[in-house]
Nanobody, 124 residues
Framework: QVQLVESGGGSVQAGGSLRLSCAAS????????MGWFRQAPGKEREFVAA????????SYADSVKGRFTISRDTAKNTVYPQMNSLKPEDTAVYYC?????????????????WGQGTHVTVSS
């Protein structure tokens, strides 16, 4: 059974940085892709970034491109989004997700496993 545990959320001022972590367990993830989504109050869950576990191919939402960087450590089975130049509109609950397929996907329904979420608050 796949388990995803996020950490690293918190409060930061605009312009600051945070690095989230998603520790994955329960499978060998070489044939998976990993994604990060976020959901702000009153809004739908939206795609943030994703990475193919085996080839480091990445994809980003336009709203975070150039500010966020997603990476993975295969030895630790952990995925990290580094979030820089944070803005108040980045405030949301951030979720890690795993997909039982190599290709990157952008819709929540395309992912099979989810973490519990971690809160990020960016103040102006």
């Amino acid at each position: 059974q796949v388990q995803l545990v996020e950490s690293g959320g918190g409060s930061v001022q605009a312009g600051g940085s945070l690095r989230l972590s998603c520790a994955a367990s329960g499978r060998t993830f070489t044939t998976y892709s990993m994604g990060w989504f976020r959901q702000a109050p009153g809004k739908e869950r939206e795609f943030v970034a994703a990475i193919r576990w085996s080839q480091r191919t990445t994809s980003y939402a336009d709203s975070v491109k150039g500010r966020f960087t997603i990476s993975r450590d295969t030895a630790k089975n952990t995925v990290y989004p580094q979030m820089n130049s944070l803005k108040p509109e980045d405030t949301a609950v951030y979720y890690c997700a795993a997909r039982r397929a190599i290709g990157i996907a952008f819709m929540p329904n395309d992912y099979d496993y989810w973490g519990q979420g971690t809160h990020v608050t960016v103040s102006s």
